[in-house]
Each structure stands twice: as C-alpha cells, then as structure tokens.
C-alpha cells in the first residue's frame, strides 16, 4: 500500500480502505517471510509483550501468533480493519493473547516505556519515515527487545529515472539497504539480519489477490473518475514493479536494542 504525496480526500481514504478490506495483506509479504524474519528473535516467552504497528488486517500478525508465544497488540490508523483484524483473531481462537486497538503511530503508542520484547512492522514504517519510527518506538522496548521492520529499498546506487520518480514521489524516504542499516544502527539497536522478501510476496501475495478486487470495485463505483485514477495507480504499481524489480523492493531489517 503506497503512500502518494498528496493530501488525500475522505472519499479517497474510505477507497483505500474498502479496496484493501478485501485483501489478506495490505502490502508484499508472506508467511515464510514473516517467519524467516522470526528465526532471528530469541527471547519470547509466555509473558512476552509484542506490538504489531500498522497491523492492518492482521496476515502477518496471526502467523506471527500461531509460532510464538505472549501477548500480541495489533495498531493501526483504519477501524475497520482492526474490526477485521479482531475477526480473524477470533476464527483462530487467539482472541486470548492477539488484540486489535485502533491508533496512530504518528502519536505516542499506547504502551509503557521499556515494556515491550518485539516490535514488528510489516509495510508501514514509512508512514513516519524509517529512522524516525525506529528511533520512537525504541524506548517501547526493553533493553535487548527486538524490532522486525519491512521498508522499500533500492538494490543499487542508481536506477531508471522512470521507477525513481514513481518511488520518490510515493516514498521519498526509499534509500538503498547499507544505508538503511546504517540508520538502524544510529537508532539505537544492533542491525541483526536484513533479506530481501522473495518476489513472490509481490506477485502471488500483493499483486495477484487484487486483479479480483479491481474488477469489484471498478463495477461498483462505475463511472468515479476517483475510482477510475486509483484503481489505475494500483495497476501501474504492479507494471513498474513487473519491468524494474531488479531495482527495487522491500527488505527486513532486524534489530537489537543495546
Ligand atoms: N502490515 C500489513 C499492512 C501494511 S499496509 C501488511 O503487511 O499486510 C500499511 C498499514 O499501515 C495500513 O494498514 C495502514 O492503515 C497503516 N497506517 C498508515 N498510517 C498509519 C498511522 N499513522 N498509524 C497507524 N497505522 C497506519
């Protein structure tokens, strides 16, 4: 789910929100990924406190809760989908140990200074900028605490001009991966691991679930030029990824708070 640098109308917001209601995943990722990113964390126990920020509604958060222990809060700016979040937690029977609340990571978070063991993120940090959120949510988590974050990043020092502009224009904050662990590192942990996701997390997890959901809702709000201009970003989104994927794509980045 990009973020186009431009103020956004209601209208537009609830679109996002309905389009991606529809999804399992609001952005690339997949369940082996979330759980290679998990092989590099240690320390969870029962009593373990984990936040899941920008859960949306929640794919990653419930593989995440079926491999490890403790409590899970699930984050996120949209009620509706933490209403679906809390849905899927009940079908699993996690409903226990995996709440959804809604928030802003813009604000302060809703937890305790040094209380929390794992931060994940998947797709979302680029809302407040990478070494922004990493430096604030630090001081949620407990000296040796662990942070699990995706972010877009460039493979190489240059690139097209055509997929640069699509990037700095939908996520300025882009940059390549040494430089992103260096930020990490300037934040306040050690950088344990960083992988890139596989392209699958793209084309069978992201891309290809939403050529049904275009179809839907381009018939409901046939003739919404608004519609008409989003659902037309969404595809040129997956074209560009398609023709420049050597060039770009999201990395995990695993750290350690010292
Ligand atoms: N982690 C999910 C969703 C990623 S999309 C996945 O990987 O599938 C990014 C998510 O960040 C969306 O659910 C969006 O609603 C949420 N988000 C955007 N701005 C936010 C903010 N200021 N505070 C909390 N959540 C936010």
């Not at 984050?75 to 928030?103: M, Y």
Request: proline share 5%; with cysteine.
């Amino acid at each position: 789910m990009s973020n186009e640098n431009k103020t956004i109308s209601q209208f537009e917001l609830n679109l996002i929100c309905e389009y991606f209601s529809n999804l399992e995943r609001q952005g690339p990722g997949s369940p082996e990924a979330t759980l290679k990113a998990l092989s590099f964390i240690d320390n969870l126990t029962e009593n373990s406190r984990i936040a899941d920020i920008g859960c949306g509604t929640g794919g990653q958060t419930m593989v995440l809760a079926q491999n490890i222990p403790g409590h899970i809060t699930g984050l996120d700016l949209f009620p509706d989908f933490i209403t679906l979040f809390n849905r899927n937690a009940g079908r699993l029977s996690l409903q226990e140990r995996v709440k959804g609340i809604v928030g802003s990571m813009e604000e302060a978070l809703p937890f305790k200074k040094e209380s929390l063991d794992l931060i994940w993120s998947e797709g979302a940090i680029c809302n407040i900028g990478f070494e922004q959120g990493l430096r604030q949510w630090c001081e949620y988590l407990k000296q040796g605490g662990y942070i699990a974050v995706t972010e877009p990043s460039w493979f190489t020092g240059e690139r097209p001009s055509e997929i640069d502009n699509f990037w700095m224009a939908a996520e300025p904050g882009i940059d390549t991966i040494p430089r992103k662990v260096s930020q990490m590192q300037r934040a306040g942990y050690v950088p344990v691991a960083t992988f890139i996701l596989p392209e699958n997390c793209w084309t069978e997890h992201y891309f290809a679930p939403q050529a049904a959901v275009r179809e839907k809702i381009l018939k409901k709000y046939a003739g919404n030029q608004a519609v008409a201009d989003f659902i037309a970003f969404s595809r040129q989104e997956e074209e560009l990824y398609r023709k420049y994927k050597a060039f770009y794509g999201y990395v995990f980045y695993i750290g350690k708070k010292i």
